[in-house]
């Protein structure tokens, strides 16, 4: 069964900084040929793609993201990082990981809250 645990979320003053991780495990789970991505949703919005990242590394990000967001992966550790900084309250949400290949498996999710 495979499991994605995100981890790192927090209640963090505007300007601050965060860094979630999200593990992978599972028998016969090969994280390296899986896409990863991060996923956010705020209260009474639609869930949104805040940046993903190819089995070869290259990234993409939502423009309301780009040069703050930096995505990352460790193929070693069967981990995908997301750091964030100047948070802005409109970056509260619970942020989701996600794996695609023959298969899609969501995280439980990670709040996030940015207020002072």
Same mark, same amino acid.
């Given at each position: 069964q495979v499991q994605l645990v995100e981890s790192g979320g927090g209640l963090v003053q505007p300007g601050g900084s965060l860094t979630l991780s999200c593990?992978? !495990?599972?028998?016969?789970f090969s994280f390296s040929t899986y896409a990863m991505g991060w996923y956010r949703q705020a209260p009474g919005k639609q869930c949104e793609l805040v940046a993903s990242i190819t089995t070869g590394g290259s990234t993409n990000f939502a423009d309301s993201v780009k040069s703050r967001f930096?995505? !990352?992966r460790d193929n070693a550790k069967n981990t995908m990082y997301l750091q964030i900084n100047s948070l802005k309250p409109e970056d509260t949400a619970v942020y989701f990981c996600?794996?695609?290949?023959?298969?899609?498996?969501?995280?439980?999710g990670t709040q996030v809250t940015v207020s002072s």
């Open positions: 593990a992978a !495990s599972g028998t016969s930096t995505i !990352s996600k794996a695609t290949w023959r298969r899609v498996y969501w995280g439980q």
